[in-house]
Every structure is written in C-alpha cells, then in structure tokens.
C-alpha cells in the first residue's frame, strides 16, 4: 500500500491514538502527493505524474533526518488533466472538484491538529488549483501553513543533463520524464515507441509560449500529434537515476525549511 514511501512515514499506517498523541503537532510536516491520469505519448503510461510524486517523495523522506516528524498521505493520482482528453486513457477531475479535494483534505488535516500541510503536486497544469486552495485554506485557518509546491521546482541539476533544446522546450513525456520513469518502473517504458516532437515554430518564435510570461491557452492536440512534447529518444536509466537522485535530494531540502519554518506574525 506504501509503494516508494517508506511504511514508518506512510500517514495511514498510523492508528487514530498515535495521531491524538503526536507532539509538537503543529511541526509536524504532511504532505500530499498530486499527480494525474493522463497520456503521455505511446512509450509511457499514463500514471506518469503520480508516480514521480511518490517516487521523488519516497527518496526524500528515506533521507531525510528521522528526528523530522513527516508523513505522507495517500497519493491523489487523479487531477486537472482536460487538456490532454483528446488522447484516450487520460482522466480528468474539474478545477472545481479537485479543489474541493484539496479543501476538504486539508480542513481534515487541520481537525487533527496539524499545521503544516504540502500540495506535492507533479503535474504541468494544475499549480494554479494547488495555489488558490493553498490561499483559501490559509485564509479560512490563519495558523494553517500550506505549501503548494510544484515537485521540479525544488533545487536540482535535471536541465544539466538535457541538451539545449530539450531544456527550454520539452515540456510533457520528454527526456527528462521517460528517464526518471526509466529508473523507478523499467517495465513500464516502451522505448521502441519514444519520440520526439516539438511545437510548432510559429509559437517558439513570438513573445508568447505555451508556458511561460507570456502563455496562451492550448490543448495537447494543438501541439502534438503524438502527445510528447520533447525528445523522449535521449532518455536513459542512468540519467534517470541521477535526476531522481538530485530531484530527491530538493525535497529533502525542502521538508527541512518547511518543519523549521514559522508563520510570520501580522503587522500591526
């Protein structure tokens, strides 16, 4: 049940006891993983996000120092995924449900005395659902510290590793995603079947992009005929290994600031 997180840090494996007993309760670091259901071209499957959460997490809390209290939730692998639902297989939640799902996930977390609650969420198009439930279950606690963190954005050396091109223009089911897959679940990778596929050049050459200053509204179908966009050809295990690594290691960072953290009073 659970899978990459080891099971003394895994949230459900506790007894209701446990968690009325647990001290310093407010530090103590929860953290729920958010991934997706969704297509990620012909050579990866479509647990992609959700498995790199839990995996990228699962590294991190076997590093972490044990003397930090942190939990892991039950993975949410369901998310926001409507712009990729033109592929078969993809599953999407509305905004408004998964907002919901973060709502009341959090408001239960709260009920239980805690205070310090991480959205781990590893899919491209829902930070923005991760950081309005963020601020409105804040907002509805003022002592509820939420963190809605993207799990890329931590510190690590993933764009060393890819070529020019891939770093600023792969963005789903590329180098990067296919080689961290290739170390955590091997069987699962068909690279007979990896790709490589780029957006259009008229998007790459104004001030406007798919993500970035500048965004324009897109679904994958506009961009891609195969659902990749990158180069999943460049992807190998031992580069996998190294991202997972590196990325791990972020988090491990990330965990230690967020445990040390405390709110800031308001200014009077």
Known sequence: MHSFIPPERFFPYLTWTDVQAMPDKENVVIIQTVGAIEQHGPHLPLIVDAAISVGVLGEALKKLDARIPAYALPPLYYG????????????????????????????????????????????????????????????????????????????????????????????????????????????????????????????QSTLLSLEGKLPVSWVTRDVSKSGVIGDATTATKEKGHRILESVSDGWVRAIQDIYAFRQPQPQS
């Open 80 to 203: 926001k995924s409507n712009e990729h639902w033109h592929f078969p297989g993809t599953i999407t939640l509305s905004t408004e449900t998964l907002t919901a799902i973060m709502m009341e996930v959090g408001e239960s977390i709260y009920r239980a005395g805690f205070r310090k609650l991480v959205l781990m969420n590893s899919h491209g198009g829902q930070p923005q659902v991760m950081q309005m439930a963020a601020r409105d279950l804040h907002v509805k606690y003022d002592d509820f510290l939420v963190f809605p963190l993207f799990t890329w954005r931590v510190p690590h050396i993933t764009k060393e590793l890819l070529t020019p091109k891939e770093a600023t223009q792969g963005m789903h089911a590329g180098d990067a995603e296919t080689s961290i897959m290739l170390a955590m679940l091997p069987e699962l990778v068909k690279m007979d079947k990896a790709v490589a596929e780029y957006p259009p050049e008229q998007i």
